[in-house]
T-cell receptor
Framework: QKEVEQNSGPLSVPEGAIASLNCTYS??????FFWYRQYSGKSPELIMF????GDKEDGRFTAQLNKASQYVSLLIRDSQPSDSATYLC??????????????FGQGTILTVHP | DTGVSQNPRHKITKRGQNVTFRCDPISEHNRLYWYRQTLGQGPEFLTYFQNEAQLEKSRLLSDRFSAERPKGSFSTLEIQRTEQGDSAMYLC??????????????????FGAGSRLTVL
């Protein structure tokens, strides 16, 4: 089992719809979870991170974490064509001082069509 | 611009040649990371530095790869005797990690634009 798994998609949603991106992880010791967005040919940029069970909202984005199920998701409300990108789930190395050593999923390609 | 800077942005080389990439991190950041990304995959951790010390290197990293950060500022990643399988985007990132920082903040990476390597 991969350490971080995402549905590779592609996921296609109409403009204005809710896009739901999912990620599962294998290390139960993981404490925080990151979502990055990567436009084609560009580098990843952080959207948000979450470390507590439940929901965390930031504008049109909501991250949801369920540590018991080892599941984290990202919801994008009122999807726009500009949201079309690859979304990467990342989990830091659990414990120790290896901050920034992130394990990424393979990414989910999202296309929002007008 | 105080972002992470990488150069060259693109490098095409023949198999067997050596290549070197440079990364200039955000000046306030003490940690610097190298990742590699191939098409359709997420970034894969290679190595990281805190100041000038290389603290960890991926087990997957061949001995042909070497990274340095001599004065704790910019870093170089050298690949010797390149192989076609080395073709990828090499991403540099930086973050701030110190005793008083929250772990979650230290894990917030700012990536550079990347250096794309093509080995013919």
């Amino acid at each position: 089992q991969k350490e971080v798994e995402q549905n590779s998609g592609p996921l296609s949603v109409p403009e204005g719809a809710i896009a739901s991106l999912n990620c599962t992880y294998s290390d139960r010791g993981s404490q925080s979870f990151f979502w990055y967005r990567q436009y084609s040919g560009k580098s990843p940029e952080l959207i948000m991170f979450i470390y507590s069970n439940g929901d965390k909202e930031d504008g049109r984005f909501t991250a949801q974490l369920n540590k018991a199920s080892q599941y984290v998701s990202l919801l994008i409300r009122d999807s726009q064509p500009s949201d079309s990108a690859t979304y990467l789930c990342a989990v830091p190395n659990a414990g120790g001082t290896s901050y920034g050593k992130l394990t990424f999923g393979q990414g989910t390609i999202l296309t929002v069509h007008p | 611009d105080t972002g992470v800077s990488q150069n060259p942005r693109h490098k095409i080389t023949k198999r067997g040649q050596n290549v070197t990439f440079r990364c200039d991190p955000i000046s306030e950041h003490n940690r610097l990371y190298w990742y590699r990304q191939t098409l359709g995959q997420g970034p894969e951790f290679l190595t990281y530095f805190q100041n000038e010390a290389q603290l960890e290197k991926s087990r997957l990293l061949s001995d042909r790869f070497s990274a340095e950060r001599p004065k704790g500022s910019f870093s170089t990643l050298e690949i010797q005797r390149t192989e076609q399988g080395d073709s990828a985007m090499y991403l540099c990132a930086s973050s701030l990690a110190h005793r008083g920082a929250k772990v979650k903040v230290a894990n917030v990476l700012t990536f550079g634009a990347g250096s794309r390597l093509t080995v013919l």
